[in-house]
């Protein structure tokens, strides 16, 4: 069974962006795929300090194992599609839910080409700029971002106001189903991912 990850970014277990990520995850079993929400927490999650230990190790996870970082690499490698959800915070996700990406993604997490979704959840504004910075290291690693009828977005402040939202609830409902056409269309073609040529690093220095 296909299973996808879907990250609750959040520092409030069953506040509103694991109410948005829910309604993702019921329509994923309707479609019997497996869907697991793993919570960040609340404990400090470190940011990258460029180490480079992890690729002096090349074992795929972060030197640092104090945090949830390499349990959540885990989790990446053992899915077939991701979804990272966050609040808005100053036009921003979670500073948590950006560490962790780019932690997980540096070390080596195994997601090149796998499906992925960002879903922002605000009070009002500053989710479109959220979107951005999710969906930005996706696309570092090849992976077909999942979209829906309308941004990845709910909106909400107290708990439980996400499911006042009915249209973000509906583009909730709407992602899900794409992200379950992706990849069983996916699972019948049976096609190997394409070649990646060999990186060729350059920079704008003279």
């Known amino acids: 069974m296909a299973k996808v990850l879907l990250i609750n970014g959040s520092p409030r277990k069953d506040g509103?962006?694991?109410?948005?990520?829910?309604?993702?995850?019921?329509?994923?079993?309707?479609q019997n795929i497996d869907a697991e929400i793993a919570w960040i927490g609340v404990k400090p999650v470190r940011g990258c300090i460029a180490c480079q230990t992890c690729k002096q190790s090349d074992n795929g996870k972060c030197t640092f194992d104090d945090d949830i970082c390499n349990t959540m690499i885990e989790k990446m490698n053992d899915a077939d599609a991701l979804v990272v959800g966050s609040p808005v915070y100053y036009g921003q996700p979670a500073g948590q839910t950006v560490a962790l990406i780019q932690r997980a993604f540096y070390a080596g997490a195994q997601v090149n080409?796998?499906?992925?979704?960002?879903?922002?959840?605000?009070?009002?504004?500053?989710?479109?700029a959220a979107l951005q910075t999710m969906t930005m290291p996706f696309q570092l690693k090849n992976m077909?971002?999942?979209?829906?009828?309308?941004?990845?977005i709910v909106y909400g402040m107290d708990k439980g106001e996400a499911k006042l939202d009915k249209e973000g609830m509906?583009?909730?409902?709407?992602?899900?189903?794409?992200?379950?056409?992706?990849?069983?269309?996916?699972?019948?073609?049976?096609?190997?991912?394409?070649?990646?040529?060999?990186?060729?690093?350059?920079?704008f220095i003279r």
Not at 16 to 30: C, D, Q, R, Y
Not at 144 to 152: A, K, R
Not at 173 to 201: C, D, F, M, T, Y
């Open 16 to 30: 509103n962006t694991f109410i948005a990520l829910s309604e993702i995850a019921n329509v994923l079993n309707e």
């Open 113 to 128: 080409g796998k499906p992925a979704a960002a879903v922002a959840v605000c009070r009002r504004g500053g989710a479109t």
């Open 144 to 152: 077909p971002l999942v979209t829906s009828q309308y941004w990845n």
């Open 170 to 203: 509906q583009t909730m409902r709407q992602l899900g189903r794409n992200l379950a056409h992706l990849i069983k269309s996916q699972e019948v073609a049976k096609l190997p991912k394409p070649e990646l040529e060999e990186w060729q690093p350059t920079h």
